[in-house]
Every structure is written in C-alpha cells, then in structure tokens.
C-alpha cells in the first residue's frame, strides 16, 4: 500500500500544505474546527500511526492512574489487568506512565494520594485516570482541580458531572441491580420471603444506584420478595458473622445478593457455617478465583459480571486516543456491557480469571 502522506492529505482536504501540516503538527494558525477536520481525514486515510508516532517522538506525555490495591484479587485487580493489557499495546511511543495505589475503601487515603499528586506532579500531568472511593465533595474538588488544570481525566465506576472530567466509564449499576432481581425473581418464581442485600459503601452512587434498581425491580413486579439491607463495609471476618447471624435468626430470608464483589465471600461461607447453603438462593458479583469455585459448588447461583477488565481497558484507551489523536469518546458515560454467568457458561469466562 502507498504511504500517505500531508500532500495525499492536502489535496483530499481541499486545505493548503502548510494548513495540513499545522494541523497534524499542533502548531498555532489553525482553528480548532479545521484541526479536528484534517486530524479525522488523516485517520481515515490511514496516516493516524504516523501522526501518533510524530506527536510522541516531540515531547513525552504524562499519565496517572491512581485505583486501589486489591490484595484479594478480585474486582480491582481486573481493571489494573485491563489498563495494562491496553498499555502494552502502545509500550513503543514516549508515555510516562506514573501508578499510584491506596488501601481499598479507604477515602481518606486516596485522598491524600490524589492531593500530593497535584501538587507534585500536576503541572506536568496530561491525562489521570482514576477510579473515585466514593462521592465526596473533597474527592470531586480535587479532580476538579486536576480539570482545571487542563489535565484530561477518565473516571471509572463513581462519576463527578460537573467536574470537567473527560468521561466515566461504569457498567449502568441500576440496571445491573436491575439484571440481578431479574434473575432472582425468575428463578424463584411464585416464592415468597426475604432477600438479604448486602451492601456496598453508602457514600458510593455506583453502589446506591445498583441497591436501588435491585429493589425497584422487585417491587414493581411485585414478587413477593421483601428486601433486608445489611452494612458491608466493615472488615470480611465481621461481614460474614453478621451475615450468620441473620441467617441464623431469620428463616423467612430465602435468598441472597452481594452489591459488589468483596461480599460475595462472606455470604457463601456464612451460608455453609449456619448449616443453610442448600437452601438459599445466592447471587454474587464479579468472576475471580474465589466467586467461581463456589459457582462450581453450586453455592452461587449466578454471579453478576460487571467486565472489570474490559472497565480499565475502555478507560485507558479513550485516556490514549484523547491525548494522542485528539478523538474525544462519543457519549459522557461510556457503558461496560453486564452478564450473567452460571455453571453452563462460565467456561466462556476463565480466560478473564
């Protein structure tokens, strides 16, 4: 194939030259609606790769990425894996890419990591990706901070609107509370009794919106399913005796749901310790090690994947492709798709393990 070049790029646009080569180049004299003109030609033309290469040999380009650690390896663990599957596809340009960790669940923690890197690092930040502990208006104010800058930031999972941000990337938590009592109401059928939801942080929208479309489903189908709430943000040891104890004190409670997938433990071995596994029906979130072997078991009964992987791969790419070819995502939110996964599909799935 005939390489293009900024004269095949010229004489399809209609613009001069040296219009062509300002525009790829970056260079003052052009408009914004005539960059974005030729920038989108030249991609599809097939001179993107040399642009890019050209961008990346002028000057280096700086990212954050600043998400929790998950020693467990669960939900976490898997945007890591998908941010880095995607970083390793464009390991040959010139992007610095800084990592910053925090202990999971906490606010406070991240907080402070996200402060000393503004002011470490911020007047030399292009692009930060991050994934909000919960939606706080300190957390808010310092991405807004980082907006403000002119630094281009993606979120993951918890949104700020109003922030500046780039975009969000999440899976739609209602409907995926939504999907879940779908399934559980299907599969129950004419039962009644309790389920018992436990929680993820109440300062997290992502994990309000996912109880909220749980509960809304049930109710509006009017399934005979009451719905019992319990705290799900202390440590995994205190989680799963509480849980036992619920399910000790309460027969009615026929059913379970984990909002997120730290939980989703903690219920299974609650139910095998007070003697009641094979009686409840039991909805978990997200495929790791752990979740599937107890879907094996039968233990689960499904397992609500929200595609961390594809989560950290999505965001990570439009972060790329914003800074490198200047092609901002086409919606505000961009939506991971959800699954269910049973015992009959979940080979399609361990790759992702």
Request: hydrophobic residues 40%.
């Amino acid at each position: 194939m005939k390489k293009v070049t900024l004269k095949d790029i010229s004489e399809q646009s209609g613009y001069s030259l040296v219009t062509v080569h300002r525009a790829i180049n970056n260079k003052e004299g052009v408009s914004p609606e005539v960059r974005e003109e030729i920038l989108k030609l030249a991609e599809r033309m097939g001179y993107t790769t040399n642009y890019i290469a050209s961008a990346l040999r002028r000057r280096q380009v700086n990212v954050a990425i600043v998400m929790p650690r998950d020693v467990n390896k669960q939900y976490f663990h898997y945007i890591w894996e998908g941010y880095r599957a995607y970083a390793a596809t464009i390991s040959q340009y010139n992007l610095n890419i800084l990592e910053y960790t925090y202990t999971l669940n906490n606010a406070d923690e991240q907080l402070e990591v996200l402060n000393t890197l503004y002011y470490t690092k911020g007047h030399m930040l292009d692009g930060l990706l991050v994934t909000p502990e919960e939606n706080s208006t300190s957390i808010e104010c310092i991405i807004n901070k980082f907006c403000g800058k002119g630094i281009a930031v993606v979120l993951a999972d918890n949104d700020f609107k109003d922030s500046g941000r780039l975009c969000c990337i999440a899976p739609n938590d209602e409907y995926t509370g939504r999907l879940a009592a779908e399934f559980m109401n299907f599969a129950l059928s004419e039962k009644k009794g309790t389920v018992l939801v436990v929680k993820g942080s109440d300062a997290s929208l992502s994990h309000e919106y996912n109880i909220r479309g749980f509960a809304n489903y049930l109710k509006e189908h009017k399934s005979g399913l009451d719905v019992l709430c319990i705290d799900g943000t202390e440590s995994l040891a205190k989680i799963k005796d509480e849980i036992k104890k619920v399910l000790q004190e309460r027969k009615d409670i026929i059913a379970a749901y984990s909002v997120r997938a730290r939980n989703t433990i903690p219920i299974c071995e609650a139910a095998v310790e007070s003697g009641r596994a094979n009686e409840l029906f039991i909805v978990g979130s997200d495929l790791f090690l752990e979740s599937s072997e107890m879907l094996k078991k039968g233990i689960l009964k499904v397992i609500v994947y929200k595609n961390p992987y594809q989560k950290g791969y999505t965001a990570f790419m439009t972060l790329f492709e914003h800074l490198i070819k200047g092609v901002d995502p086409k919606k505000d939110v961009l939506y991971v798709p959800i699954s269910l996964i049973l015992q009959n599909n979940i080979k399609f799935y361990e790759d992702f393990i």
